[in-house]
């Protein structure tokens, strides 16, 4: 994809941030490294009334309607970036700080009922994170081409998951305005549709009309709000198993960076500078919690996934060449060579050239000291022989990649067993991805595979509703219908590939999504008359 579809999804957030009155540092916006600055703090002071204000107008139930109404239209967006093997790192990293927000009861049974808690990744080079209603938390590939550790990294998530528990987002709104949620949600919604028309004119009316001009004012998360962030993502670090001394680091690095490059791009630093007393604070709040956790993580797999998000980010011929160029004799450390040569397969793979691909696999083999690091190359391996079409090395590379039941495995092995063609195999791909699906049902790469396998089995109507779901997941609600309506008339010819069972689940499905756009439109409708009553006749 070309760089040039990166400041749709970046300004379409952007104009998001203040339509909700929230400071630009909490979205991805050009060249701006919200969350990092923002990072770590420490302690549990959780502010009660923030909970409270924000419960008492913005509700747990609202808000997760209007992340969920902003997620359908950031998933169709082409920078919203869906690679198995960088979010499996990413998970990783996300997953231990929920679960000590849990431990540490900044997730109630409240927010836990009804909040995803969900982070992605956003194809922008520029360092950035940034949080959304309703449990988001979206981080940009520039800001993971960035850190040096997986720490750097983890205390970026810590302070956004820190504005998500603390209901920042929902304060926020609550100051900023006291129109109705469902106004609020259709509002964005047409600013996000502006947004990605190209239409500066348009979208800036978006921002000046209405509520949006009303809400910009109040721009930035307060002071409190971001120490707040500050010291709670420390304590989510140290309790997650992180080391804490991550945050403080990234505070330094960021600051030099701006001193060093200081072109306009890190607005963030200017409304929030980082001052040598706000460094000093992390570091004082990191000695008061002790020794770091000792890691039981390979640091190399923060290296190989930092040169993921460097091809990824920039996937220009002109950017894929340098990084075949990538020097693999100079570095002195293993990890640095590792992270140049797997940057330079990559990058190959990409390019398609698969002879200098080989080269760099080859080379770094015997160089991987764990586990970790040898899966990390499998999977790379796998990826290359699939993307030349080579099914019988890419069984070879799955075959030194422990059978683990991570999503990453199961969608690879979804696309050797396209190319095998071979039934059983076929069989049990179809059976690991159903059941898998019955899990997680917003999974819509894990749809799309299963409907390959179903159509090569020939279950025209399986293949059809998981193209379907595949579509509901990402949020394409009128997509899904069209995929459900031609499964009824398949269904209804009869033949190979039908049967009662599936048809069953594909009416009932249809009738389910057929319901929820009724009720879009019937909020987007309602929302228009709210704001404008001269249009309605009554």
Known sequence: MKSSRSPRLRTGCLL???????????????????SPPRVPGESQVRLPALGESASDEFSLSTEKRVGEQIMREIRRDPDYLEDPILLEYLQSLWQPLVAAARQRGDIGTDIQG?????????RDRNVNAFALPGGYVGINLGLIAMTVTRDELASVLAHELSHVTQRHIARSITAASRSSAVSLAAMLLGILAAAKSSNADMAQAAIVGGQAAAQQAQLNFSRDMEREADRNGLVLMSLGGFAPSGMAAMFEKLDQSVRLNDSGGFPYLRSHPLTIDR????????DSLGPAPASTTSPLWHALMQSRARVLMDPSNQSLHRFQQADIRGPASVRDRLAALYLRAMASVQLRDFTVADQALAAGEPLLPDATSRRAWAQLSTEAALARG?????????ERWADDGS???LLL???????QNDAAALKRSAEQ???WVAEHRDDGQAWQALAGVAERQGQSLRSVRAQAEAQAAIGNIPGAIDRLRAGQLIARRG???????????????????VAQRRQLMSEQRGSQQRRDPSDNPE
């Open 16 to 34: 998001l941030a203040l339509a909700f009155g929230l400071s630009p540092s909490a979205w991805p916006q050009s060249a701006a490294p919200a």
């Open 114 to 122: 009804l909040f995803p808690f969900e982070s992605f990744l956003v």
């Open 279 to 286: 460094i000093g604070e992390a570091r004082q709040r990191i």
């Open 390 to 398: 080579d099914a019988t090395r890419a069984a070879a590379a799955l």
């Open 407 to 409: 999503r990453s495995q």
């Open 413 to 419: 092995r979804a696309q050797l067993v396209l190319l």
């Open 433 to 435: 991805l159903q059941t």
């Open 495 to 513: 033949g190979p590939g039908t049967d009662f069972i599936e048809a069953s689940v594909i009416d009932a499905r249809l009738r389910d999504l």
